[in-house]
T-cell receptor
Framework: EAGVAQSPRYKIIEKRQSVAFWCNPI?????LYWYQQILGQGPKLLIQ????????DSQLPKDRFSAERLKGVDSTLKIQPAKLEDSAVYLC?????????????FGSGTRLTVV | GENVEQHPSTLSVQEGDSAVIKCTYS??????FPWYKQELGKGPQLIID?????GEKKDQRIAVTLNKTAKHFSLHITETQPEDSAVYFC???????????FGAGTRLTVKP
């Protein structure tokens, strides 16, 4: 099966600019996650969708970050305006559904550098 | 919320030796414990997992053990090879949302 697709692979922007990342999960996977991975740290959950509804966005900095999954398939994550501390790899993952004990499949991520 | 602690942060072994990475978790409701391998420029890849009703699981050179009473679980890699060099993450899933919390990672280097 095709994996989780993410684009772009790399992005460099200046602080206060906007940026958007795109994710296409594995076909049939109802649950989609966005994680932020700062260099040298484990991934941290930003937001979790079940189909097109938000399940958990408690760790999303909502003053600057937003995400949507309008048709329950692809998802976009946006940062506006970006700060230096947003420099990180943004990982998208998907799983079959919300039931516990389902493993995630991760994409390769988008490396964001804010200068 | 769940906290997952992982040790050591770096580990260097000689090819053929064994490597052990340990994690502890805080929430007794955690019921699923996956391990991920992340190579440079790639996303984490699941290598093995264990559920709370099992104490040990093995897959070729990789094994994971779980002690629910002590709230810790470990990854064991035997007969290490240079291609095992990567960053390894433990994680724990809590509750009905399938919410996964990660450890900080262990950078494993296998020297030929």
């Amino acid at each position: 099966e095709a994996g989780v697709a993410q684009s772009p692979r790399y992005k460099i922007i200046e602080k206060r600019q906007s940026v958007a990342f795109w994710c296409n999960p594995i076909s049939g996977h109802a649950t989609l996650y966005w994680y932020q991975q700062i260099l040298g740290q484990g991934p941290k959950l930003l937001i979790q969708f079940q189909n097109n509804g938000v399940v958990d966005d408690s760790q999303l900095p909502k003053d600057r970050f937003s995400a949507e999954r309008l048709k329950g398939v692809d998802s976009t994550l946006k940062i506006q305006p970006a700060k230096l501390e947003d420099s990180a790899v943004y990982l998208c993952a998907s799983s079959l559904d919300l039931r516990p004990n389902y493993g995630y499949t991760f994409g390769s991520g988008t490396r964001l550098t804010v200068v | 919320g769940e906290n997952v602690e992982q040790h050591p942060s770096t580990l260097s072994v000689q090819e053929g030796d064994s490597a052990v990475i340990k994690c502890t978790y805080s929430d007794s409701a955690s019921n699923y414990f996956p391990w991920y391998k992340q190579e440079l420029g790639k996303g984490p890849q699941l290598i093995i997992d264990i559920r709370s009703n099992v104490g040990e699981k093995k897959d070729q050179r990789i094994a994971v053990t779980l002690n629910k009473t002590a709230k810790h679980f470990s990854l064991h890699i035997t007969e290490t090879q240079p291609e095992d060099s990567a960053v390894y993450f433990c994680a724990a899933i809590v509750g009905y949302n399938n919410d996964m919390r990660f450890g900080a990672g262990t950078r494993l280097t296998v020297k030929p």
